[in-house]
């Protein structure tokens, strides 16, 4: 039976507490405050289509706690983006936001529409009202949107405009991920990825593996795949890339600036490679689930959630799977991947480098400066390992996966700043 996205984060979570409450013996008001957002906002936006005709999307923003910051996470457009959805990937960014402790709260958002049918044109209609819907519930301190599936920096650049047409005054930390011009941070285009990548790293050093050998397959060529495919062609073995229309192949290795201009050409990276180039002869093309069962070392999802399940998840062939996706794997595939020795890097985890870049971007943009993109890189290193040993510790001390460490690490941190400041209280 098929769950919703919400159904496995409550298993996740509650699962966590549960494991928790000998210790932390949390009050029913605590427990809540991880089952339940403190705000639910849904409204209908429209647009008029090249054709003339008027189409309204469903639209929302579910700001689910500001315990320990302003209410922080993406925006996504995309025909699966329902309540259930945003409301998982709500939970998700307070999660994230505790476990590599940056001072801000979890919240999502999402219009359900498939933005390859618009124009761009339709594109910043959208983007302009959606901000039009929610603007009164957004704000440097109160809720910061950035990027996810299907928006990105022009997007936001749009979204921050029309904001401040609302408001009419300057707001520059409002929204984050935006385009350099328009107070960008140097590398948040990459952070997900680089993110990730140092956690796949330092997950290998501790096991002893050498990164030369292994291979490593990612679904998804977007921002974070597309730019996690650079990363590991340099000191790993890429073999297989994806994206929304297939993927491709090769028992030895693929070039992923090859892929990306074949990409460009025909819309997709499993475009006619044979006749694309002749470097790439070699490659099969493959289906996205083909690509999740590949004989390989690191599986990487980097595009839609929910798609490692209790189906699959037994001939996954990877030894470690790393979470750049947000929700791509079942609790029922987990505990399948556990019991078979697979290591599995949770999203929680390993995508928190773009909202380690995002609160960057956001401190820049109140203080007025800019760091180069060496430092980006060095304080993001920083910061995310930080998190990665905290999880590794509460993962060896309590005999843990990485998922219930992470979900641990963040519920103490959350509590932690619950209790100090008076107890559970109406979100402000
Ligand atoms: P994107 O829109 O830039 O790229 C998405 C990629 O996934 C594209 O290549 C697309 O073709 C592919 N895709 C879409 N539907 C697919 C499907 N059904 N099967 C296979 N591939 C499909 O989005 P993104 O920003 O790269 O986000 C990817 C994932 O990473 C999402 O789950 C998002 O929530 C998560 N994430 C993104 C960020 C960020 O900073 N952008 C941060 C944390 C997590």
Same mark, same amino acid.
């Given at each position: 039976m098929s769950t919703t996205s919400y159904e496995r984060y409550r298993t996740n979570v509650? !699962?966590?507490?549960?494991?928790? *409450? %000998? $210790?932390?013996k949390l009050t029913g008001d605590e427990r809540e405050l991880f089952t339940r957002p403190d705000w639910i906002l849904q409204k209908d936006i429209s647009i $008029? =289509?090249? &054709? !003339?005709?008027? #189409? &309204?999307? %469903?639209?929302?923003r579910v700001q689910f706690s500001n315990v320990r910051g302003p209410y922080k996470g993406g925006i996504r457009f995309h025909p699966e983006a329902d309540l259930e959805e945003v409301k998982a990937l709500a939970a998700l960014m307070m999660l994230k936001t505790a476990v590599v402790d940056i001072p801000f709260g979890g919240a999502k958002g999402g219009a359900q529409c498939d933005p390859r049918t618009f124009s761009p044109r339709e594109l910043e209609d959208l983007s302009r009202a959606y901000v039009d819907a929610f603007w009164e519930e957004l704000g440097e301190e109160k809720d910061i949107p950035a990027p996810d599936l299907n928006t990105n920096a022009q997007i936001m650049a749009w979204m921050?405009? *029309?904001? #401040?047409? =609302?408001?009419g005054r300057i707001c520059r930390g409002v929204f984050t991920g935006k385009p350099l011009s328009y107070g960008g941070l140097q590398g948040r285009d990459i952070a997900t990825a680089l993110g990730g990548y140092y956690v796949?790293? &330092?997950? +290998? *050093?501790?096991d002893d593996r050498h990164a030369g050998d292994m291979r490593i397959a990612v679904q998804g060529f977007g921002n974070v795949g597309g730019n996690m495919a650079d990363l590991v062609h340099h000191d790993y073995r890429l073999t297989a890339v994806s994206d929304v229309r297939g993927g491709v192949y090769s028992p030895d290795e693929i070039c992923p600036k090859i892929v990306r201009s074949i990409a460009k050409r025909t819309g997709s990276v499993s475009g006619d490679c044979s006749r694309e180039h002749p470097r790439m002869n070699h490659m099969q093309l493959i289906t996205n689930d083909e690509l999740l069962e590949l004989p390989c070392d690191v599986l990487i999802p980097a595009a839609i959630g929910n798609v490692i399940t209790g189906a699959n998840a037994t001939r996954i062939q990877a030894k470690y799977v790393l979470e750049l996706a947000n929700d791509p794997t079942t609790p029922e595939a987990d505990r399948i991947l556990r019991e078979r020795g697979i290591t599995v890097i949770p999203d929680v985890l390993a995508n928190a480098g773009g909202v380690i870049g995002s609160y960057y971007e956001w401190v820049l943009n109140k203080s007025g400066g800019q760091w180069p993109r060496s430092?980006?890189?060095?304080?993001? #290193?920083? *910061?995310? +390992?930080? !998190?990665?040993?905290?999880?590794?510790?509460?993962?060896?001390?309590?005999? +843990?996966?990485f998922r219930q460490a992470a979900y641990a690490v963040a519920i103490k941190n959350i509590l932690t700043t619950v209790r100090e400041r008076g107890g559970v209280q109406r979100p402000c």
């Open positions: 509650e !699962g966590a507490l549960d494991r928790l *409450q %000998p $210790t932390l $008029t =289509r090249e &054709s !003339g005709v008027r #189409e &309204s999307f %469903p639209a929302y921050r405009n *029309q904001y #401040e047409r =609302r408001i796949l790293e &330092s997950t +290998l *050093q501790h430092r980006v890189k060095r304080e993001l #290193e920083e *910061q995310i +390992l930080a !998190g990665y040993e905290r999880v590794r510790e509460e993962a060896a001390r309590d005999e +843990l996966t």
